[in-house]
Structures are given as C-alpha cells and as structure tokens.
C-alpha cells in the first residue's frame, strides 16, 4: 500500500488549498482514509475522516472550514481547506488502514 500526498504550499490567511491523496495497492471504496496534521513542534493530530461508505466527521477545529472527499474512480482522496488560518499551519499526512503518506506542508501566513 502506498499513498502519494500531495497539493500542499504557501496560502495568505483566508486563503484555499485542495490536497490530494493518491492510493496504489488499496482501494479507497473499500477503506477508510483519513487526514492527519503536525503542527510546528506539536504532536500529530486527526483532522478528517471519511469511511468507505462516505461517512464524514471533522476535528472541532476544522468543521466548517474543510470537506473531505474520494474520488473512487480515480482511488484519490481531498482535503479541500478553506478559510485557512495560521494555525492550520502543519506538514498534512493521510492515511489509510496499514500506511500513511509522506506528507505535504501547508504554510498559512501573510
């Protein structure tokens, strides 16, 4: 299982971003796949979720600003982010069950 991470940058706050998960060796119809964050020298967090069947849910500090969706025909998850702040400053990881991606940083500043 590999998960390519992608889509991430330099955003003023306010701003938007869409990131990109691509799978190989597992299929995103059939599993669930997930957005993590790691702030500047903080811990990993979750940030979304969405399950196979296209159920949905959120960290507080997120909900409101950022969906979560698979594209099935293309194995390819999103983060799209809007209304981006400095604190959703992080390197932004996703996984699946058995691997995580490599990670993509999204910087929020002006």
């Known amino acids: 299982v590999q998960l390519q991470a992608s889509g991430g940058g330099l955003v003023q706050p306010g701003g938007s971003l869409r990131l990109s998960c691509a799978a190989s060796g597992i299929l995103f119809s059939a599993n669930a796949m997930m957005w993590y964050r790691q702030p500047p020298g903080k811990q990993r967090e979750f940030v979304a979720g969405?399950?196979?069947?296209?159920?949905?849910n959120y960290a507080d500090s997120v909900k409101g600003r950022f969906t979560i969706s698979t594209d099935n025909a293309r194995n390819t998850g999103y983060l799209q982010m809007n209304s981006l702040k400095q604190g959703d400053t992080a390197v932004y990881y996703c996984?699946?069950?058995?691997?995580w991606g490599q990670g993509t940083l999204v910087t929020v500043s002006s």
């Open positions: 969405i399950t196979s069947r296209g159920v949905t």
């Open positions: 996984k699946t069950i058995g691997a």
